[in-house]
Structures are given as structure tokens and as C-alpha cells.
């Protein structure tokens, strides 16, 4: 298949496209030579590529950011969004797209399912929730990917954060309060590798399985592995106490059942995740 990727350079990019390129022919772009804010160069890139499938994994992901320069937001993740889907109408590709659990909420007391009606709470998940619309609007053949606290080896993550802070001090204050499924970039690409061979349109949850809060998160990382063998003090706290620009829900947990139906399998526990990204870290991968 010929595989257009967008955002190719971003944390999920850089795993995506080496694992697509083994089956597909992939072609990658990123932000330097394609902007997908750009509607003419993303019609005219789309047409002469004239890919099967485009993934656009491209999108202004720094969600207190957001809050601040709204109009970023909005031209990348909404604009942009539809902008890849008129190219991808206009050309019959099929058009995969990834959103996020930022649409929500979080006052769920449940994982949320693909039909819950969305509430964003941040201009990020306003922006990609915007996105989400115009593609349902403009292209028919689209699947929608949402996922969330992804780690991955090419990205900031909170990962690495943990392991960072942990380097230089006695205490890590951790919210305690938000809930939701940290998901590997591997295993991500994965999923996408398997959901490029079935039909499937519409919207689908996808993450690895299990949820935690960001302080579970913190603990895990730690008790996993602690660089400089020290003894670090996690404490949780309160979103409050923390006072980030970005509202984030509470507990955003996606419900992959669907997607769990479609494949056959469920993503694997992200403990199990955590365990390989951070051996692949001692290795120097
Ligand atoms: N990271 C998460 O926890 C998370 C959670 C839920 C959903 N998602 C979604 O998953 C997708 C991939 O996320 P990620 O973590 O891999 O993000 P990322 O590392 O920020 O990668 C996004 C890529 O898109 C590029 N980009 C930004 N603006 C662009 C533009 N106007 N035109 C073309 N490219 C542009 C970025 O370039 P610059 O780096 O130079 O800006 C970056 O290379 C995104 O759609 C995101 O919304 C991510």
C-alpha cells in the first residue's frame, strides 16, 4: 500500500513510519517541508503522491500551550485536520487521524465509549475535537484514532521526565487525581499497522490496556527503575495544587472494546510497556 504520513518526525511518527515501512511504501512529512495549514501544498502534495492512505499523526500537541496561542491550536489541529481531508476526498484516499481523550471531560465515572458526547475542557481538546469534525464532515472513507498519554523513545514524555527528576530530587509531587491509560508509541504503531488492513471507519478508541493516575504512573517508573539508586519521595497531590494553564479531566480512560472486536486482541498491559521502553532505554535504544 502507499502510505502518506504526516507529522512522520513527531514521538508517534518517528516509530510509525519505520514499522509501516516494512509492509508499505511510505512516504514521510513533517512540519519543515508540508504544513498542514497550507491547503493548496497539502492538495497538491496528496495528488502527486497519490497515496492509498494517509495518516496524519501531525498536530500542535503542547496542551498548556495551547491555552495561550488558541489560534495555533485551532490552524493546526482543526484547520489543519480538514485541510488533510479535502486532499484526501479530492484524491480517494482513505484518511486515519489521531485524536485524543482530551475531548472528554473526565466526569465519567466509566472508560469512555466512542458515542459519549464530548466535552472538552482545554483549547487543546477544543482544537482536536473541531478536527474531528470537519473530517466526519468532509470525508466518508476516515478513521478517527483516539489515544492518550503516549510515551514513546523520540518524544517528551513523562517517562523520562520521571526518571530525570528522580536524578536530582529528594521529592516528586505527582497529581493523583486525573486517571487514564499510558500508551506506548510501539504498540501504537502497531495497532495502526493492523487497523491499515480492515475496513473499519468512524471513530476508535485506542490505547494499551489498564489505567492509572499520573502518580501510579510515577510510582511504577520508579519502582521499575531509579538511576541514581536514591530515595525519592513521591507525593501525590491534587491538580489544584499543581495549577497547570491546561484543565484536564479527571478520568479519561477510553473504553477499546471496539477496537478490541476489530483486531481480535486487546492492546497488552501498559505495565508490560513500560517494562520494554525502559530496558530499551538501558540498551541505548
Ligand atoms: N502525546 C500524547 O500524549 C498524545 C495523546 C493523545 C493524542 N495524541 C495525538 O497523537 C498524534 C501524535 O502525537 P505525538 O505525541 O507524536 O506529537 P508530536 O511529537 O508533537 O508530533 C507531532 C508532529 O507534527 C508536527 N507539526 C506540528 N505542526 C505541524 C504543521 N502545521 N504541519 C505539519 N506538521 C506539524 C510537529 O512538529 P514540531 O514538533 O516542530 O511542532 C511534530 O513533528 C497527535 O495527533 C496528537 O494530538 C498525542
Known amino acids: 500500500m502507499k502510505v502518506l504520513v504526516l507529522g512522520g518526525r513527531g514521538m ?3 516509530d510509525l513510519v519505520p514499522f509501516l515501512s516494512a509492509k508499505h511504501q511510505v512516504f514521510v512529512r513533517d512540519i519543515d517541508d508540508f504544513n498542514i495549514t497550507d491547503l493548496e501544498r497539502v ?39 480538514r485541510n ?28 469512555y465509549r466512542e458515542e459519549d458526547p464530548p466535552n472538552p475542557l482545554n483549547v487543546y481538546g477544543l482544537s482536536k475535537l473541531q478536527g474531528e469534525h470537519y473530517i466526519q464532515k468532509i470525508i466518508q472513507n476516515h478513521l478517527i484514532i483516539r489515544t492518550q498519554w503516549l510515551f514513546g ?8 521526565t520521571i526518571l530525570k527528576l528522580a536524578e536530582r530530587q529528594e521529592e516528586i509531587r505527582i497529581v493523583n487525581d486525573q486517571k487514564g491509560s499510558p500508551t506506548f508509541t510501539i504498540d501504537l504503531s502497531w495497532a495502526i499497522g493492523g487497523l491499515l488492513e480492515k475496513e473499519a471507519t468512524g471513530i476508535l478508541h485506542v490505547t494499551n490496556a489498564g489505567a492509572c493516575t499520573w502518580y501510579e504512573f510515577a510510582r511504577q517508573i520508579l519502582q521499575e527503575r531509579n538511576p541514581a539508586k536514591r ?12 495549577s497547570r494553564p491546561a484543565k484536564r479531566p479527571a478520568n479519561s480512560v477510553l ?13 497488552r498491559p501498559w505495565k508490560e510497556s513500560l517494562k520494554e521502553y525502559l530496558a530499551g532505554k538501558e540498551d541505548g535504544k
Open 12 to 14: 508517534l511518527g518517528k
Open 43 to 81: 492538495q497538491n502534495e496528496i495528488e502527486t503522491l497519490s497515496p492509498q492512505v494517509v495518516i496524519n499523526a501531525a498536530a500542535y500537541t503542547d496542551v498548556d500551550g495551547c491555552e495561550s496561542n488558541p489560534g495555533m491550536a485551532f490552524s493546526v489541529n482543526a484547520e489543519g485536520a
Open 153 to 160: 523513545r523520540h518524544g517528551k514524555n513523562f517517562v523520562d
Open 255 to 267: 473504553d477499546c472494546h471496539r477496537f478490541e472486536n476489530l483486531m481480535g486482541q486487546k492492546m
Open 231 to 242: 530515595k525519592v519521595q513521591l507525593t501525590p497531590i491534587s491538580s489544584t495544587e499543581l
Open 84 to 111: 488533510v481531508a479535502l486532499g484526501c476526498a479530492a484524491n480517494k484516499a482513505r484518511m486515519i487521524h489521531l485524536s485524543t481523550d482530551y475531548v472528554f471531560d473526565g466526569s465519567s465515572l466509566s472508560p
